[in-house]
């Protein structure tokens, strides 16, 4: 759990699938809260990936 202030947001310009925007669009109001979301989950999981690999190459040596 994160206790605290979100990080800061910031403006940018991203070129996304059309298909894609729309289906995040279809699912109504706060799309962009939900694409930073899935972006969010992503780069976590690869963070834990990286620790985890980190890990069992410090075990083999």
Do not use: C
């Amino acid at each position: 759990m994160t206790v605290g202030l979100p990080p800061a947001k910031q403006d940018i310009h991203i070129r996304l699938d059309r298909d894609i925007l729309e289906w995040f669009k279809a699912h109504g109001r706060g799309y962009q809260t939900r694409i930073n979301a899935v972006l969010r989950a992503f780069v976590q999981t690869r963070e834990r990936g990286n620790r985890k690999g980190a890990a069992r190459n410090s075990a083999r040596r």
